[in-house]
Nanobody, 114 residues
Framework: QVQIVESGGGLVQPGGSLRLSCAAS????????MGWYRQTPGNQRELVAG???????NYADSVKGRFTISRDNAKNTVHLQMNSLKPEDTAVYYC????????WGQGTQVTVSS
């Protein structure tokens, strides 16, 4: 059994910053991939950023240059530093962990509004 716990969401003004964190625990031998997705009402969940076990990253075009993903393999954690936030970044953000079995966090709300 694997548990995924997210933290760091909240309300921030446009131009502000937030840092999301995700920790995986339980029956884990190795994590091949960790990522963050987001979803707004009526829309599909979309990839925001991901990072492989070797540190290779990928980002959605809409967040390139503003968001940075990082991970600590020893602690099975992944972070998403979000800078220069825009109202269109408002969404529920989900942590995704692949072992290769796939697990999702419960989601954390990010609201960007003045």
């Amino acid at each position: 059994q694997v548990q995924i716990v997210e933290s760091g969401g909240g309300l921030v003004q446009p131009g502000g910053s937030l840092r999301l964190s995700c920790a995986a625990s339980g029956s884990i031998f190795t994590i091949t991939y960790m990522g963050w997705y987001r979803q707004t009402p009526g829309n599909q969940r979309e990839l925001v950023a991901g990072i492989s076990s070797l540190g290779r990253t990928n980002y959605a075009d809409s967040v390139k240059g503003r968001f940075t993903i990082s991970r600590d393999n020893a602690k099975n954690t992944v972070h998403l530093q979000m800078n220069s936030l825009k109202p269109e970044d408002t969404a529920v953000y989900y942590c995704n962990v692949r072992l290769p079995s796939e697990y999702w966090g419960q989601g954390t709300q990010v609201t960007v509004s003045s």
